[in-house]
């Protein structure tokens, strides 16, 4: 981080919860692991999508929208995601649908590789995210549908790992859990 944002950001810490969900016939998922930064913004009341935004934005993810997380399982082939939480609460499936269950309140942050499904199985009527894309990469959206394979697979191979981690730029943990 290069700007007066840091201060949004508590300090980063040595390790973060991480999942690892392996293709499971539908859903291609990956070998990457999702990453879950919990309570990482400090976030003041009406300017919170904004400040989630430039921090994406400071490390070069971008392509950024703000809304929900679709409540059916879906994934991205061509880019990965993060997803940057400013209001309410939700638990969200990954992995499809005998995955893992992640409960994703106001301050987190969760990376997604391309190709692991996710749905919103229940949230707050007010929950509300920041999504973004590293590069500010265009994203498709697959439904786990017969036909989306192979091409979605040769696409997920083709998605390159980020130089900067989302939030931290180049000290953040993506490298550390991506690239080991």
């Not at 293709?23 to 990457?32: A, C, E, I, R, T």
């Not at 609460?89 to 269950?101: A, F, P, S």
């Not at 749905?119 to 009527?125: F, L, V």
């Amino acid at each position: 981080m290069t700007s007066g944002k840091s201060s949004f950001l508590t300090e980063m810490p040595n390790k973060i919860p991480h999942y690892i969900l392996q293709d499971n016939g539908v859903f291609p998922n990956s070998l990457l692991p999702v990453l879950l930064y919990k309570s990482v913004f400090h976030l003041p009341g009406d300017h919170a999508p904004r400040i989630i935004e430039e921090i994406f934005e400071e490390n070069d993810w971008s392509n950024s929208w703000r809304d929900g997380i679709f409540p059916y399982n879906h994934y991205h082939s061509t880019t990965h995601e993060v997803l940057g939480i400013y209001c309410g609460h939700c638990h969200v499936l990954l992995g499809g649908d005998k995955g893992i269950q992640l409960l994703l309140e106001r301050g987190d942050a969760l990376i997604i590789p391309a190709g692991i499904a996710h749905r919103n199985i229940g949230s707050t009527e007010n929950f509300k995210c920041i999504g973004a894309y590293p590069g500010g990469m265009d994203f498709d959206i697959n439904l786990g549908k017969s036909g989306e394979r192979p091409n979605t697979d040769a696409n997920i191979r083709k998605v390159s790992i980020p130089e900067l981690d989302p939030l931290y730029g180049v000290q953040g943990l993506l490298h550390l859990y991506w690239n080991s």
